[in-house]
């Protein structure tokens, strides 16, 4: 399913159906009957990784001229939404796979893209992103780990918390400060791709509320070496821009994930309304009901729009900190709202285990959380509203 970048909008249009398409086929058959049981046990989904690299997932983003399937953002965020529909796990093994390859695309040196590139997007190699330590998480600034020059590296001390694909990714991107005493202080920091090895294992998975299979990983580093190519860019001091250039596009496929929560937790409540049935008519009849179907609708919709919005504005380059940080504010809402709205719909069987509403419950507050706080978006919001409009 490969999308060639010399293609006409129309056939471009065309691909996307095609790949779409195929996603929807994936979900219904491999993903879907499983969901359920390997949540419930908390397993690393293996074989529908294997299907995701078979099928070129892991490349999606990424260059054709590097094996990558070449998506715009805008089809990469359907297929983030079809995903996290049916189980937003899924769609965390690829996500922040894709931030590491679009920070090393858009910042690494040539001789990096040529090398690491061709193996993220044939799913050869697959990782995520070390930002978040015990003491910091929103204030990146003030990390703890240190990258101190040894030879022809560095030697990395320090430790990372809640790092999804820690254990089962084979590289990770690790953001570590080169010089702590720097002001601004971000210009003290860089980053690093970092190969698994045996110095360098991750076993530690943290215990979550949701967010099952996936791995989220804790690890320290004693003195890891790492080789001088492997700092992306080449130079020292831009780790933080560079790992905030992806993160635009992690705030994008969060959003996405909103969408697909949002709208899984409508669908499922308009289809229920309409068999369940109390004082003798089905629920949908009742206008409590149909208020609360309306306004998750309405969330459905505004969480759409926006995330298409901010999807348009990445594929044109455009700077768009401002549209992402919107849609991933407004959709991760949508996705907390719905799935509280569709328990109540629901009643008692919301709250069971043997259906999937509990389960996009217990997802969607990660939502809130990842790829910077929401409390954090309505910052970098305001700063954007103030910058754009001088008075
Ligand atoms: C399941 C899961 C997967 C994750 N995956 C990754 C990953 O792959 N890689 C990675 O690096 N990290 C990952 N994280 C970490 C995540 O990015 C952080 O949890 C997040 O950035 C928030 O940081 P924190 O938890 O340290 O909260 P803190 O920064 O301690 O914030 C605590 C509270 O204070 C608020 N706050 C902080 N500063 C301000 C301010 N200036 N103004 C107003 N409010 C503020 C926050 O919004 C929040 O409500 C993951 C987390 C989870 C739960």
Redesign the pocket.
């Known amino acids: 399913m490969a999308l060639a970048e010399e293609f006409t909008a129309e056939e471009r249009a065309e691909q996307e159906r095609m790949v779409l398409d195929s996603v929807d086929r994936f979900l219904e058959r491999d993903v879907a009957p499983y969901a359920h049981d390997l949540e419930a046990e908390d397993t690393y989904p293996q074989e529908i990784v294997d299907k995701m690299v078979d099928m070129g997932l892991f490349g999606a983003t990424i260059g054709v001229e590097y094996g990558g399937l070449g998506l715009s953002a805008s089809t990469y965020a359907k297929i983030v939404e079809r995903v996290s529909a049916v189980w937003m796990s899924v769609s965390g093994i690829f996500n922040?796979h894709l931030i590491m390859a679009a920070t090393v695309e858009r910042a690494g040196t040539e001789e990096q893209k040529a090398k690491w590139l061709p193996r993220f997007a044939s799913g050869e190699l697959r990782g995520?992103?070390?930002?978040?330590e015990p003491d910091?998480?929103?204030?990146l600034q003030g990390i703890r780990t240190r990258a101190d020059k040894s030879g022809n590296g560095y030697v990395l001390n320090g430790a990372k918390t809640?790092?999804?694909n820690a254990v089962e990714g084979g590289v990770l991107a690790i953001l570590a400060k080169t010089d702590p005493e720097a002001e601004p202080r971000h210009k003290g920091m860089s980053l690093f791709l970092v190969e698994k090895s045996k110095e360098f294992k991750v076993d530690k998975r943290m215990k979550?509320l949701g967010?099952k299979g996936i791995d989220?990983g804790e690890f320290i580093m004693d003195d890891l070496f790492v080789p001088g190519e492997n700092l992306v860019g080449g130079g020292e001091g831009r780790g933080l821009q560079q790992i905030l250039g992806g993160l635009e596009l992690g705030r994008i496929n969060v959003a996405a994930r909103g969408v697909g929560i949002a709208r899984a937790c409508l669908l499922k409540s308009v289809e229920y309304a309409q068999i369940r049935k109390t004082f003798g008519k089905p629920i949908c009849e009742h206008q409590s009901i149909q208020i609360k179907l309306a306004d998750m609708a309405v969330q459905v919709e505004t969480a759409r729009l926006l995330t298409e919005q901010a999807a348009r504005a990445y594929d044109k380059g455009e700077r768009c900190d401002m549209e992402a940080g919107m849609a991933k504010l407004v959709a991760s809402e949508a996705a907390l709202s719905n799935s509280l709205e569709a328990m109540r719909i629901h009643g008692a069987y919301g709250y069971s285990k043997e259906f999937d509403i509990e389960r996009y419950y217990r997802d969607a507050p990660?939502l809130a959380?990842?790829?910077?706080?929401n409390?954090?978006q309505k910052?970098i919001i305001a700063k954007q509203v103030i910058a754009r409009n001088p008075a």
């Open positions: 922040s995520g992103i070390a930002l978040t910091a998480g929103t204030d809640w790092i999804s979550k967010y989220s990660l959380i990842g790829e910077g706080t409390e954090l910052l």
